[in-house]
């Protein structure tokens, strides 16, 4: 039987938690799912969800992707302010469905994948256990909509009975690992590419910089010595010197200085297909 209300474990600001034995256990809309908890990890980008709160990209609104008014059926979408429920690293059961679901049965047994890539936030992009409650609870509501990618791929990867709850949850963070170690980076300019230097402070040597030759070159906050020494590492191409970081993606973001608040804004102007 489903209890009217759950145990769970809330993010209401920042580095403000609160256990709630009251909260809502939500019955499913008509595209909605209900999963029992199983299991869930707990995870270093919790902490940084714990620390930043509003302040976390993946904690602000969905600003495109899905229908605005869909997203005002679903209580489990909380952006903002709204108290949130962490945890990711989640295997469910699923309890309940509403009568117009169509993918998902009673009983059947899942390992969650966490991010909605589909659906962007202002600096990332939508998750569970962020603007969506994760599952720090007994029970948690998706909705189907939402966890379907426009492909017609889930979010919700099935799972089988032989292994235990715990072992399948650490599915995700071992993903996580195996990513690290295959992704492979590249470790210089991509040649032909665009290149963005932001220098804030100090003096700095710049030679080296340029094993390839990039397309373009824009630079910000260069003395007129390090200007020379630019122009003469890139031979023939000339750089173009801006006051201000340019409304523009590159390829490649050289960053000398040690401002958080730069940092965030070179992110930005990062292309995510940048590797060669």
Known sequence: ????????????????????????????????ILGK????????????????FTGHPRKGPIIEGIDQEILKEIPSYVPNELPTVPGHEAVVEIVAVGKGVT??????????????????????????????????Q???????????????????????DESSASAVALVEPWACVEDAYITRERQTIKAGGKVLIVKEGGDYDLSGLFPKKP???????????????????????KPVYADAIPEDLFEDVIYLGVNKGTFETLEKTRLLNAES
Do not use: W
């Open 1 to 32: 039987m489903i209890p009217e209300k759950q145990v769970a474990v809330q993010l209401v600001g920042p580095d403000e938690l609160v256990l709630n034995e009251e909260k809502d256990v939500h019955k499913p809309g008509p595209h909605q």
């Open 37 to 52: 908890v199983e299991s869930v990890g707990l995870c270093f980008s919790d902490m940084k969800l714990l620390h930043a």
């Open 103 to 136: 993918d998902y049965k009673i009983g059947e047994r899942y390992l969650v994948q966490t991010d909605y890539r589909h659906l962007p936030t202002d600096g990332s992009k939508a998750a569970f256990g962020y603007n969506f409650e994760g599952a720090l």
């Open 138 to 160: 007994q029970y948690v509501l998706m909705d189907e909509r939402i966890i379907t990618a426009p492909d017609g791929e889930s979010f919700l990867i099935p799972v089988t």
């Open 215 to 237: 397309g373009s070159v824009v630079a910000v906050g260069l003395s007129d010595k390090e200007k020379k020494q630019l122009e003469s590492e890139l031979g023939g191409l």
